[in-house]
């Protein structure tokens, strides 16, 4: 059978109270995380977004666009032609 060990976590309970300003430096550490964790989302996942709003166009408009650049191609090729003549 297995033995019966202790658990090492409860040598580390202690029933005193901690002091004050161990208190205030551990919570100005969490907070000062999660700020650092609000900066590094803010430059990382909503820049990623924002670029691709931008470069994202609407749906349809290159289309448009790929349309328009042939008829200015066939402009410029019946005028060339007409040049030439």
Do not use: W, Y
Not at 39 to 59: D, Q, R, S, W, Y
């Amino acid at each position: 059978m297995k033995e019966h060990r202790e658990n090492p976590f409860k040598k580390l309970e202690t029933h005193e109270e901690l002091p004050d300003d161990l208190k205030k430096k551990v919570m100005a550490s969490i907070g000062f995380a999660e700020m650092l964790s609000g900066v590094a989302e803010l430059f990382t996942v909503n820049m990623a977004e924002t670029a691709g709003e931008m470069i994202k166009t609407e749906p349809g408009k290159a289309q448009i666009r790929k349309e328009e650049r042939k008829k200015d191609n066939r402009k410029s090729d019946f005028e060339d032609d007409s040049k030439s003549q």
